[in-house]
């Protein structure tokens, strides 16, 4: 199936590390070309670049943009064209998470997760689409979470912004439906990044109990299965959604959370 793949491009935003990192990792292995964007030390992110493109014997290429400024995402959807010639799929996964009580919530923090986790995936989108549509085909997948579907307290920003990328995805996928363009949403639940497994570790010490009780009372609380989703699981869908054979899914919003939405 992803054989079909081999050499179209792909830009991944927030992918530097975690998730976005995987999904760059298994578009790679495909044979697809990459464009890799996120923060990080430049000469870790020179590593990584120069790891994927001689792991997988595709060009991988790196911009900085800073995905809370529209001209800057605007500017890497155009340098990626302009290098390659196309631009076949998009992966809005950039994103960042703040908890606070609203009344707390810092002015700043609101406005960061709504820019990186709402508008950059409007703005890589609304640049991204013309080049697509020209080709008669495209694939912009956004990389929304659990919460795209279902709230908790103390993120309001964060449950904000991914349902408002829900919403976002169904429209264009109604007004590209005819263009060759498909766009969907994949919802994940808790996958265990750098990130989480930091957080668990804080809140064992923090709590006073083991690793293992917090991923099972607190981090995985709400997914029935107990279990993390895997980056291998989420880049399964990613490649389905891409190849021919998902041709036919627009505007979903499909849930990989071990059945947190379920209920």
């Not at 976005?20 to 000469?43: F, P």
């Not at 064209?81 to 996964?93: H, K, P, S, Y």
């Not at 829900?166 to 639940?189: H, R």
Request: hydrophobic share 50%.
């Amino acid at each position: 199936m992803t054989s079909e793949l081999r050499g179209q491009v792909a830009i991944v935003t927030g992918s530097t590390s975690g998730i976005g990192l995987g999904l760059a990792e298994a578009l790679a292995a495909a044979g697809v070309n990459i464009v890799l964007n996120g923060l990080g030390d430049a000469a870790a992110i020179e590593a990584t670049r120069a790891g994927l493109a001689a792991r997988h014997g595709v060009e991988v290429r790196y911009h900085g943009a800073d995905m809370t400024r529209p001209a800057e995402i605007a500017g890497l959807v155009a340098s990626t064209t302009a290098a390659f010639g196309r631009l076949d799929i998009l992966v809005n996964n950039a994103g960042i998470q703040h908890v606070s009580p609203v009344e707390d919530f810092p002015l700043d923090a609101w406005d960061r997760i709504i820019a990186i986790n709402l508008s950059s995936v409007f703005h890589a989108s609304r640049a991204a689409i013309p080049a697509m549509k020209a080709a008669g085909r495209g694939r912009i997948v956004n990389i929304a979470s659990a919460h795209a579907l279902v709230a908790s307290p103390f993120k309001s920003a964060y449950v904000a912004a991914k349902h408002g990328v829900a919403g976002f995805t169904k429209s264009a996928a109604l007004e590209l439906a005819t263009s060759g363009v498909t766009v969907n949403a994949i919802c994940p639940g808790y996958v265990k990044t750098p990130l989480v497994e930091a957080q668990i570790a804080d809140q064992a010490r923090t709590r006073g109990i083991s690793e293992e009780a917090v991923m099972r009372d607190v981090i995985l609380a709400a997914q029935p299965t107990k279990q993390f989703v895997t980056v291998e699981q989420l880049a399964g869908l990613l490649l389905y959604l891409c190849a021919g054979a998902g041709a036919s899914v627009n505007g979903a919003i499909l849930s990989v959370d071990g059945g947190w939405t379920a209920a």
